[in-house]
């Protein structure tokens, strides 16, 4: 859990109540800034030894870091805990697509375009990529240079630059290293140099090797803050399993405050295609073991797949791990419009989980019908939940009907109901004087029940 608590935290502040932070109190202040709502900057009368000391304790156990300047920049790290239950996890894992400076034209065009405009909705979020890892495949530093000029004038989002060779990775900066970009990466044996080119334009870098014991030692001489771990990555057989292995020891370790190990992790699944001829088996065993590094505190992953169908479930997990476990996933109560519905349109009654309003909504769309839905704050539970435990009932239907003025939007007084709300039928008659329906048990069958059914 966090450092410290919100009593610990007061201690160390002025206790003044003056409201420059634009919080009441000095005790409200500290409440957020534990729970991660504010930033200690706010104060601007905290100084000297409890400033450090509060900077020190607010700061996570994995330091945030960050990637890229401006409105593009991103943040890797930042987390606190072993299991989201605990408090939260924070940073969703980044995902960037690889291109090499041995790619044809071609093929290089298209991982730009993927990386730039891969999207799917998803419960009203919308998914993306995050940037692109350049490779140096022909460790020639002019090679390298143009390749990374010509994709720079062609990308903005932040980038990997990726070589274990200083010279290659010094022309690289040398085109973009104002964008700060993440630097990939240092070993034992260029540890200098390579430290030494990311201090210089004050670009996080990459540390790898696979023993902690050494990457503890790698960190410490450094002097250095800004910096991501790569723990090496074996993809087949026992080293698979010990690979997961250093990862959940990183982050033990990282929790219990050893701050030669205390930052964010990166993988590199993209190495699963060195070991395969068949694009097919090395793009789902691709998108396996990155599956497996996201669930074991990677924060950055680079990839090289990009069919549509080995990304997607990535982007599908990332949103599931981060959401927060402390609160259901919700949306607004309310009556919305899909479609272009009229007065005639049906109304249907559904709650507040965002799961479930999205697969209604998005049902009715698949269809191209026009409906109402009447969104019932059931405290994000699902239907089935919600009429257990009472927080879908006759009254609350009753009162979101007068609060959002569905008797004006419409000139009939019908409402299509769940079917695990089915019992709920004669009581929601009985408070809103409405005629009730119930519904198909899934809405993919909205379509087929609303014809066979539904009558103005």
């Given amino acids: 859990m966090a450092k410290i608590t919100a009593m610990e935290a007061y201690k160390l502040l002025p206790k003044t109540n003056c409201k420059d932070c634009g919080e009441a109190t000095c005790i409200s202040f500290a409440l957020k800034l534990v729970s991660r709502e504010t930033e200690l900057g706010k104060c601007p009368?905290?100084?000297?030894?409890?400033?450090?000391?509060?900077?020190?304790?607010?700061?996570?156990?994995?330091?945030?870091?960050?990637?890229?300047?401006?409105?593009?920049?991103?943040?890797?790290?930042?987390?606190?805990?072993m299991y989201r239950h605990e408090l939260k996890f924070f940073s969703p894992t980044k995902i960037f697509i690889d291109a090499g400076d041995n790619m044809s034209e071609d093929e290089v065009e298209d991982r730009i375009k993927f990386a730039k405009g891969f999207t799917v909705e998803r419960m009203g979020e919308?998914?993306?990529?995050?940037?692109?890892?350049?490779?140096?495949?022909?460790?020639?530093?002019?090679?390298?240079?143009?390749?990374?000029?010509?994709?720079?004038?062609?990308?903005?989002?932040?980038?990997?630059?990726?070589?274990?060779?200083?010279?290659?990775?010094?022309?690289?900066?040398?085109?973009?290293?104002?964008?700060?970009?993440?630097?990939?990466?240092?070993?034992?044996?260029?540890?200098?140099?390579?430290?030494?080119?990311?201090?210089k334009h004050d670009c996080p870098l990459v540390v790898y090797s696979n023993s902690l014991q050494e990457l503890g030692e790698m960190?410490?001489?450094?002097?250095?803050?800004?910096?991501?771990?790569?723990?090496?990555?074996?993809?087949?057989?026992?080293?698979?399993?010990?690979?997961?292995?250093?990862?959940?020891?990183?982050?033990?370790?990282?929790?219990?405050?050893?701050?030669?190990?205390?930052?964010?992790?990166?993988?590199?699944?993209?190495?699963?295609?060195?070991?395969?001829?068949d694009p097919v088996v090395a793009a789902t065993w691709e998108s396996i073991i990155a599956a497996i590094l996201m669930d074991r505190y990677a924060s950055l992953l680079i990839v090289h797949s990009i069919e549509p169908w080995s990304?997607?479930?990535?982007?599908?997990?990332?949103?599931?791990?981060?959401?927060?476990?402390?609160?259901?996933?919700?949306?607004?109560?309310?009556?919305?419009?899909?479609?272009?519905?009229?007065?005639?349109?049906?109304?249907?009654?559904?709650?507040?989980?965002?799961?479930?309003?999205?697969?209604?909504?998005?049902?009715?769309?698949?269809?191209?019908?026009?409906?109402?839905?009447?969104?019932?704050?059931?405290?994000?539970?699902?239907?089935?939940?919600?009429?257990?435990?009472?927080?879908?009932?006759?009254?609350?239907?009753?009162?979101?009907i007068k609060e959002f003025n569905a008797g004006e939007k419409v000139k009939h007084r019908k409402l299509v109901i769940p079917l695990f709300a089915s019992h709920l039928r004669g009581a929601i008659e009985d408070e809103t004087g409405w005629e009730v329906l119930v519904g198909p048990r899934d809405s993919s069958s909205i379509q087929k029940y609303l014809q066979e059914k539904w009558q103005t």
């Fill in 45 to 81: 009368h905290l100084k000297g030894g409890n400033l450090e000391e509060l900077s020190d304790k607010v700061t996570p156990y994995v330091r945030p870091v960050e990637i890229g300047v401006g409105g593009s920049a991103i943040v890797v790290g930042g987390e606190e805990v």
């Fill in 126 to 199: 919308v998914l993306t990529l995050d940037g692109l890892a350049l490779r140096c495949g022909s460790d020639d530093p002019k090679k390298y240079g143009k390749f990374v000029e010509k994709v720079s004038r062609k990308y903005n989002g932040p980038i990997i630059l990726c070589s274990l060779n200083a010279k290659v990775l010094g022309q690289g900066l040398k085109i973009v290293g104002e964008r700060k970009p993440l630097v990939y990466a240092a070993s034992r044996d260029n540890l200098g140099e390579v430290g030494g080119l990311a201090k």
């Fill in 219 to 277: 960190t410490s001489s450094l002097g250095y803050d800004k910096i991501i771990l790569d723990l090496g990555l074996e993809t087949t057989g026992s080293g698979l399993g010990k690979t997961i292995d250093r990862c959940v020891m990183q982050r033990r370790l990282a929790l219990e405050d050893v701050k030669e190990l205390g930052y964010p992790l990166l993988g590199a699944p993209a190495a699963i295609w060195n070991n395969s001829k």
């Fill in 311 to 400: 990304i997607l479930p990535l982007l599908t997990l990332r949103q599931c791990i981060y959401t927060d476990p402390r609160s259901e996933p919700q949306v607004d109560a309310g009556l919305y419009k899909v479609g272009d519905p009229d007065e005639n349109s049906p109304i249907l009654v559904t709650t507040n989980f965002s799961l479930t309003y999205f697969t209604v909504s998005g049902d009715v769309r698949k269809y191209n019908m026009d409906a109402h839905i009447l969104v019932i704050d059931t405290k994000g539970f699902a239907v089935d939940t919600a009429v257990a435990t009472g927080d879908l009932s006759a009254a609350k239907i009753k009162d979101a």
